[in-house]
């Protein structure tokens, strides 16, 4: 009989911080929602730093396609290119993140394969809405079996989320295609604090003149299966 074998992945986990020190002073005289603001403001930058990290490992290090519809360097995003990186997933038996979505009752709602999902940049919004077949949320048969943010499906099997995230380097941008156990990431449990708050008095400041808040987490990722996902690179319109 076939024998399951395993490989053990090793991955160095790094920490990552940010902090702010706001003074009694504005506390006292700013507006009253600030307080809020900058828990807001720290949790944001959390997540873009670990979105950020887990974005340039699989940019650095997974196998790509170049968008060149026939030209020696890169062009827009486009069906044909878009079909081989489709092409390339699928003859690896990668595994769809999406089920299909039937169309539904309402008018102009449309059928939405299983799909592989692609996390691409804003800036390529356009060029994505010009990929023939394209098919909005709104067309969905129900626009809440959306993942938050995606923008749309196109062409078939690829569903689409952008983000002012995405990648750039220079004028190329590169969008992640990704499959089931592409990649994966971990921390070390509890040793993360999302929020520390500390008051005038325990901040440090001789007068009381300050409080901060600040984060502090660690994280490392990983490409489990390269066969798993792709990186498409493009410039835009």
Known sequence: PDQPSRTTISVQVKEYSALIKPSTWLDMTGWSQDALERVQWLADKMAITKDTLNRNVLVGAASSITCSNGDPTATLVNETDLDAAVTRLRTQNAIKLTKMLQAGVNVGTSPISASFVCFAHEDLRRDIKNIPGFKAVKDYSDPKDAFPDEYGSAPDEVRWILTT?????????????????????????????????????????????????????????????????????????
């Open 165 to 237: 995230n995405g990648y750039l380097s220079g004028s190329n941008y590169s969008s992640i295609l990704i499959s089931d156990q592409a990649y994966g990431s971990v921390s070390i449990e509890g040793t993360e604090q999302p929020l520390i708050y500390k008051s005038p008095q325990e901040a440090g400041s001789l007068t009381d003149a300050w409080s901060s808040l600040a984060y502090r987490v660690n994280d490392a990722v990983r490409i489990l299966n390269d066969n798993s996902l792709c990186v498409i690179v493009s410039t835009k319109s």
